[in-house]
């Protein structure tokens, strides 16, 4: 892979969910802006490639609006299960927490 495809792929995954929103909002208003101001066009190519860009970008806001509410469904209900299990075994939790604690200082104690 090329140093600027590896720089890319940094970048985006750095992308938090409120930028990748943003991005793809800026998108879908550079496509409808597009769409509107090619509507003078009276070509048959360029009406169809509009209609299934409309089409498109209809599509992906639905889609990404519904999964931005089943991710927000599935992280409520991660919380609600951590929280369950903490309150039902409340030492188990505990020993696990100073496990974790303990790996987590043994491997920053080697750096």
Known sequence: MSRQ??????KTADLSYDELKERLN???STVEEFV??????????????????????????????NAGEQLRDKGRDS?????EFVHKNPWTSIGIGAAVGLVIGVIAGRR
């Open 5 to 10: 495809q590896d720089d890319f792929q940094d």
């Open 26 to 28: 800026e998108l879908s």
């Open 36 to 65: 509107s101001n090619s509507s003078e066009d009276a070509d048959e190519k360029v009406s169809a490639l509009r209609e299934r860009a409309q089409h498109l970008v209809a599509n992906t806001k639905d889609y990404l609006a």
């Open 79 to 83: 919380v609600a299960c951590a929280d």
